[in-house]
Nanobody, 117 residues
């Protein structure tokens, strides 16, 4: 069964922190590079951070130094620690394996992150 469950979003003031969590089914998680995506209103979904099965990470420039992605392979979970949040980080955040967006057929419900100025 394919499953992605994101949690941990909320409303915070600029400069605050949130920690997002994602539980994935083994069919999505196993041996895959996993990532966090986000979609702001009126914008395309974008890949924010990735982590390989061995723990090598990548971040887009706008979140470098503020976000940290991690994974626990034994539990099929990934997390995103978000610090120094900015209003422009406001979006629905999703986790998934890293693929071109057009090749991803399943998404979880996402978790809303709202950063007030």
């Amino acid at each position: 069964q394919v499953q992605l469950v994101e949690s941990g979003g909320g409303l915070v003031q600029a400069g605050g922190s949130l920690r997002l969590s994602c539980a994935a089914s083994g069919s999505i998680f196993s041996l895959n590079t996993m990532g966090w995506y986000r979609q702001a209103p009126g914008k395309q979904r974008e890949l924010v951070a990735t982590i390989t099965e061995r723990g090598i990470t990548y971040y887009i420039d706008s979140v470098k130094g503020r976000f940290a992605i991690s994974r626990v392979n034994a539990k099929n979970t990934i997390s995103l620690q978000m610090n120094s949040l900015r209003p422009e980080d406001t979006a629905v955040y999703y986790c998934n394996k890293v693929r071109p967006l057009g090749l991803i057929s399943y998404w979880g419900q996402g978790t809303q992150v709202t950063v007030s100025s």
